[in-house]
């Protein structure tokens, strides 16, 4: 099995698909809006390139991120999809290494998406505030926006084997709770628009709340628990075969 | 390669009994024939034949080994085409290839190779460089023939793979068929009498999970006293002595 070549396969399909340009280029200019419309005047009185008005801006490009996220899952539950994996399940591809070079694919896409959001402020920063002190930045925004994409593409596996139209319904649901700004408590803060909110108690000096930080290692827990689950697993029908064999 | 079935069956989890107790043996270099009416057990047995279900009983066995123990020694020399297929649709018709030929092959000069000679084979020289969804049913078909021949395996699977191909391809994938089962084994399920006569050195005819018959096409139609296949078919699903 030639891993680097489906790999390259993959990614190409991806990044070539209508559905990833689309919401790309929707997320690009939904940030630069972002930062033209918000972000240069701060958040809460905190300069524009503080951990402050950074989470703030990620916050809100979050839901667009996630969509993009959801939509590149629901690719792979598509019945032209599953049908071709039927091909491939009676190849002696290794199911789970097929599925890990997939979900690597889909990781690489979804970053992507998620550097440009951060590289287009950084260049705004650099360009209008010569602030380069990305560092602390970058840090912020990982934890922000890393955990909760695991956790939801975890769902999302784990919710397309099931039905395709879940995936969506998620997807939905993800959208309606960014599109109202659907307050949840902070170990639930898909979003992490929650981070900001020590601000406007008074707290100046920038940290996570413990409540936060844990929601954040529980959604990468969940995550990870589910992804390492469906790449394990043995098939889409779950043939009892290996099962067997193992037992 | 000898592929025995021994006292086989297969009985779903919602009770419903899709093959009977069935004996039969499949050796190389042969091509058969599985024909028999919708629900007659045929997809099962090929299911079973792939390694993608399990029987209830009985067991089928490789070479005299249990296929259980060979699963991946039996994929690795596998094609097979599902009656109802996926393809990569936004992939060309060479980049889908080139995507099995990874699975498939150990190199890329050897999956290049592979490449060239399954598309000769399937006549898709002229659409090499086509997108997948703008290829007809029948292109696509034929597509699907390709994959499953690529890497040279040495036991060939088809389930109804003459469906959506016009009458001159069919004929050209017979010859095909017959052809590269010359020095392997070539199973192929279908519903299409006329495409078994011409093609297949052996018949296994299913019907409600059980074998009605196995043998040659031709010993089918002396024993039915039968001018063509299908009435000889026919009498025999039908439970009639002669056509």
Known sequence: MRKGTIFKYELKRLFCSKEYLLLLAVNIVYCLALLRGSVIYGTGFTAPFSQWTFCSYLSSAAVLLFILL??????????SERRAVTILETSSVQMAVFRAIRYAATACAFLTAMGLSFGICFVFYRLVFDYTGFGSLIYAGLILLLPPALFLFGAAMLLGHKRQALVYIL?????????????????MDL??????RPLYTGVQKFTFSNEFLAGRAAFTIAGVALIIFFIKRQRTNMSPMIFLRKS | MKIELKHLSKTYPHGKAALKNIDLTLASPSLIGLVGPNGAGKSTLMKLLTANLLPTSGEILKDGSPLIKQ??????GLGYLPQEFGLFEDLTTTQFLDYMAA????????????IDRVIALTHLQDKQKAKIRTL????????????????????????????????????????????????????????????????????????????????????????????????????????????
């Open chain 1, 171 to 187: 997807l939905a649901v993800v959208l309606i709770l960014g599109a109202f700004g659907i307050s949840l408590p902070d170990c």
């Open chain 1, 70 to 79: 959801l939509a590149l899952c629901a690719r792979q539950f598509t019945t």
């Open chain 1, 191 to 196: 979003f992490g628009t929650s981070v900001v």
């Open chain 2, 103 to 114: 699975i498939k092959c150990p190199d890329k000069k050897t999956a290049k190779d592979e």
């Open chain 2, 136 to 243: 007809s049913g029948g292109q696509k078909q034929r597509v699907g023939i390709a994959q499953s021949l690529l890497g040279d395996p040495e036991l060939l699977i088809f389930d109804e793979p003459t469906v959506g191909l016009d009458p001159a391809e069919r004929f050209a994938f017979r010859n095909l068929f017959a052809e590269t089962a010359k020095n392997r084994l070539v199973i192929l399920s279908t519903h299409i009498i006329e495409d078994v006569q011409p093609a297949c050195d052996h018949l296994v005819v299913l019907n409600g999970g059980e074998i009605l018959y196995t043998g040659t096409p031709e010993s089918l139609m002396a024993e039915k006293h039968a001018a063509t296949l299908e009435n000889a078919y026919m009498a025999l699903v039908n439970g009639r002595a002669s056509a």
């Open chain 2, 71 to 76: 699963e991946k020694e039996l994929k690795s």
